[in-house]
């Protein structure tokens, strides 16, 4: 119930377009842009074509930090609202939200329930990074690992330090002593793994991958 009150919610959000053309991707645009198609059967049986664009300058200059994502129609500003987006379309709704790093989801979900992602643009980094694994899957599934790991690490090197941080409490001293975390990284390594933790997060944004406890990591 809690998330259909959040989906009215950001329906309500949603506001008309003013009709200006879809511009096209530029090569100079994979890290402050993403573009996302979705082709569909219209209401009168017309093959039609929607957009989702989001700019992620524009987001992180927004003064709520959350941004906006455009739909376009046929290459026609269509609608607009601020993220987390749902637009309705024909047979069902298009869900966009974003992550620290871009977008978590850019799904076409059926008035069924049934989800879809929608196809990225090829000149956009996540269009090149589904070709890359449409083309190399094994190496695709190696740089997957990769991001996984560098996200584990840190989450279970901070473990030990949240448990000291409880047993700072006086009723946790009283029932169970004290706890001195044995891990101790140098600065170098901390700026090292939280680099590492940020390149994975942008890595699965680009493969609309989220999970809220990995992905915290890469958000430091």
């Not at 941004?67 to 047979?91: I, N």
């Not at 956009?124 to 449409?134: H, N, P, T, V």
């Not at 002593?177 to 170098?188: A, C, D, E, K």
């Amino acid at each position: 119930m809690f998330k259909e009150r959040r989906r009215r919610r950001a329906v309500q959000r949603v506001q008309s377009g003013n009709g200006r053309p879809l511009k096209r991707f530029r090569w100079w645009q994979p890290l402050s842009r993403a573009l996302f198609y979705l082709p569909l059967t219209n209401d009168d049986g017309r093959r039609v074509v929607y957009a989702i664009d989001v700019n992620y300058v524009q987001r992180f200059l927004s003064e709520d930090g959350k941004g906006k994502a455009q739909l376009y129609l046929d290459g026609r500003h269509h609608a607009e609202s601020r993220l987390p987006a749902v637009f309705p379309v024909p047979g069902g709704t298009i869900e966009v939200a974003p992550t620290a790093f871009g977008l978590k989801r850019c799904h076409y979900v059926t008035a069924e329930g049934a989800e879809h992602q929608l196809v990225p643009d090829r000149r956009s980094s996540e269009g090149r990074r589904a070709r890359l694994d449409r083309a190399y899957p094994v190496l695709s599934r190696w740089i997957a690992f990769c991001s996984f790991i560098l996200l584990v690490i840190p989450l279970l090197l901070l473990i030990p330090q949240l448990i000291e941080v409880a047993f700072k409490f006086p009723p946790v001293i009283e029932r169970f002593g004290t706890f001195t975390s044995p891990i101790r990284l140098p600065v170098w390594l901390n700026i090292t793994l939280a680099i590492g933790a940020a390149a994975a997060g942008w890595e699965r944004a680009l493969r609309l991958r989220y999970n809220w406890l990995l992905d915290s990591m890469a958000k430091g």
